[in-house]
């Protein structure tokens, strides 16, 4: 959690939107981090948009009213992308939720936020074989299991943890503009070592032939 926190505050993100916000844990830790550690302590302080969106107006508690910006009910598969549209968050986190979906529909879902989101989208998710499948309520239970195999398509930073004997990953997936800039660096990087690489390989030819 440490890390996810770290990644999603280092990018000093001005709106976020939390995709399924739950008991509100990211709504406090994000307000804590980027407006109350600036000093912006009053709400009417506060400059950073932490908007989520929750399908069951039932879990919604009174300190997330209080903590987010905005919150919506309904269904992150049509919400997420509608809310992104109208909104450019620098960071779109989906915090133990693509789980809960079908596969197909969490990977729609996952691609179009990458297209949407201005920076990163943030994913936290069971990993494997060994996690339950029942939940509490038909919102909790896992319609789909997830590898590290299916982050591959995208320019991502990965992690895995262990939590009671399971795997668990982090994945922070550079988004929008700022996975062209990724992409553009890495391009340039490798056209730097293939232009350094001609040059050794000159270097040598002209100091084999010296030497002969």
Not at 62 to 88: E, K, M, Q, V
């Amino acid at each position: 959690m440490e890390d996810a926190l770290q990644t999603i505050v280092e990018r000093r993100p001005k709106a976020v939107l939390d995709a399924g916000l739950g008991f509100g844990l990211w709504g406090h830790l994000l307000r804590q981090y980027l407006d109350v550690w600036g000093g912006r302590i009053q709400p009417e302080q506060w400059t950073t948009r932490i908007d989520g969106i929750e399908i069951d107006p039932a879990r919604i508690q009174t300190h997330a009213r209080f903590l987010y910006s905005n919150i919506f009910i309904g269904d992150i598969r049509s919400l997420a992308p509608r809310c992104a549209r109208d909104c450019r968050y620098d960071v779109i986190l989906f915090g133990d939720v693509l789980e809960h979906l079908p596969k197909a529909d969490a990977l729609a879902l996952l691609k179009t936020a990458v297209a949407l989101a201005a920076a990163l989208v943030v994913v936290r998710i069971p990993l494997g074989d060994g996690w339950r499948s029942e939940g509490r309520e038909e919102p909790d239970r896992h319609q789909s299991r997830w590898t590290f195999d299916d982050f591959l398509g995208f320019t991502a930073t990965i992690r895995q943890y262990d939590y009671l004997g399971n795997p668990y990953g982090l994945v922070a997936i550079e988004a929008g503009g700022a996975a062209s800039l990724s992409l553009a660096s890495i391009a340039g990087r490798l056209e730097g070592l293939e232009a350094r690489l001609e040059q050794i390989i000159s270097s040598g030819s002209t100091q084999g032939s010296r030497d002969s």
